[in-house]
Structure formats: C-alpha cells, structure tokens
C-alpha cells in the first residue's frame, strides 16, 4: 500500500506547483497549523448546531439551522481565528460557497490522489500564492461524506428532506454523493 500513497503524494506536489511561474515562499508552520485548528473549530461547531436542530425539530429543522447558521458560524470563527475560512465544493448548494480558480484547481489533485489511495488524512494542502501583486496564503482540506450526511446529500433523499432543500436552494447541485466521495472542502485564505 505505500507505494500509491507515495505516488498520490508526489502527483498531488507537482499539480499543485504548476501555475505558479514566478518563485513564491514557503507556507509558513503557524498558517498551516491556525488553518488546521480552524477548521476543526468550525466543523464541530457545524455539527453541534446541525445535532441539536436534528434533536428539535428533525431534518427539516436541521436544514433550516444549517442554510441560516452556516455561514454565520463560518464568519464567527474567522473572526476568532483571523483567517477567511468556510467550505466550497465542485457541487454547491449554496452558491455563497462556489470555489475560485484556485480551489476548484485543487479539487482535481484531491480527486486524484483519492483515485490513487491516498490516505484521506493526509490529504491537504497549503500554498502562498500571488493575487495582484500580494501574497496571499491559502490552505484546502477536503471533507469526505459520512452516512449521516447522506441524509441531506447522498442518492436516496427522502421526498420530504428534498422538499425542504428545494424550499431554500432553487439551484442546489449537492444530492448524488456516495459515502466516500469528496463532498467539498474547508478552505482557508489569509493574505500575508
Ligand atoms: C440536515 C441536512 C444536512 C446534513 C445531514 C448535512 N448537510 Fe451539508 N449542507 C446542508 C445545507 C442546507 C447546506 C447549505 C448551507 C449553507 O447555506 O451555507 C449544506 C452545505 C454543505 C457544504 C458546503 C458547500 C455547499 O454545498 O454549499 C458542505 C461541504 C457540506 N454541506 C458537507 C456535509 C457533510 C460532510 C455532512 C455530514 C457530516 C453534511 N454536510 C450533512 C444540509 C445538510
């Protein structure tokens, strides 16, 4: 099993270089490191506020707090943190959350690197990039979906629990994921 953890690696290296044609530093420890500790304060917040509306009021509940609360939580951490975090995905159900170039570039080496069996904790990835003449640190993770999530993006949605996705999200393009798949990523931004 090494050797395709290696070569995701490697492949998951050299797509994320290209593009880059002028020499950019290093991302520092500390950014990757904040941008790791964000995120996990933002996913357990996410999913404190989606169990205690499941508890409430069920799904439909849950899918209130959620297209509400999201991307307040999302704010409140960044200020905490001082970091631009939220998450994105190649298949949005809000589009508040739609990648940049940037982001939808690393969901293809993420793709890949799933593809060839890397291990799904390892995968991350950080880079200082230049935005109109500024660096700019950035820092993606994917998020993989669980059983659960399937409830509300996987291939079987209840017609109750559509319903009431179709009654926020008229373009939602978040159901038809396997468990397994890359729902969509965490991603941070902080200019340097
Ligand atoms: C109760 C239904 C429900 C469940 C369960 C659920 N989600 Fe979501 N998910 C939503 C809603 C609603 C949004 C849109 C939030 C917003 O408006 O920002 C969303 C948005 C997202 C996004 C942001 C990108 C986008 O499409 O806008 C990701 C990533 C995501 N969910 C992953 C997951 C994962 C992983 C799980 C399981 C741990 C999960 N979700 C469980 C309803 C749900």
């Not at 950014?31 to 509306?53: F, H, K, N, T, V």
Request: hydrophobic share 45%.
């Amino acid at each position: 099993m090494k050797y395709p953890i290696l070569a995701g690696l490697a492949s998951a290296l050299i797509l994320g270089a290209c593009g880059s044609s002028v020499e950019m530093p290093e991302p520092a420890y500390e950014d990757i490191s904040a941008a790791q500790s964000a995120a996990g304060m933002l996913q357990e917040r996410l999913q404190a506020r989606l169990m205690s509306a499941m508890q409430e009021g069920g799904i439909e509940e849950a899918i209130t707090a959620c297209s509400e609360d999201a991307l307040v939580i999302s704010a409140e951490v960044s200020a905490e943190t001082g970091l631009e975090i939220g998450r994105t995905s190649l298949r949005v159900r809000n589009p508040a959350n739609a990648p940049d170039a940037w982001e939808t570039e690393q969901f293809a080496v993420f793709e890949e690197a799933r593809a060839s069996g890397v291990n799904q904790m390892a995968m991350q990835y950080s880079e200082v990039v230049d935005e109109e003449g500024s660096h700019v640190f950035r820092w993606m993770k994917p998020i993989f979906l669980g059983d659960f999530c399937a409830t509300c993006h996987g291939t079987d949605i209840s017609p109750e629990v559509q319903a009431a996705i179709d009654a926020v999200y008229a373009d939602d393009q978040a159901t038809g994921f396997e468990v397994g798949d890359i729902r969509g990523a965490f991603t941070v931004r902080r200019p340097l």
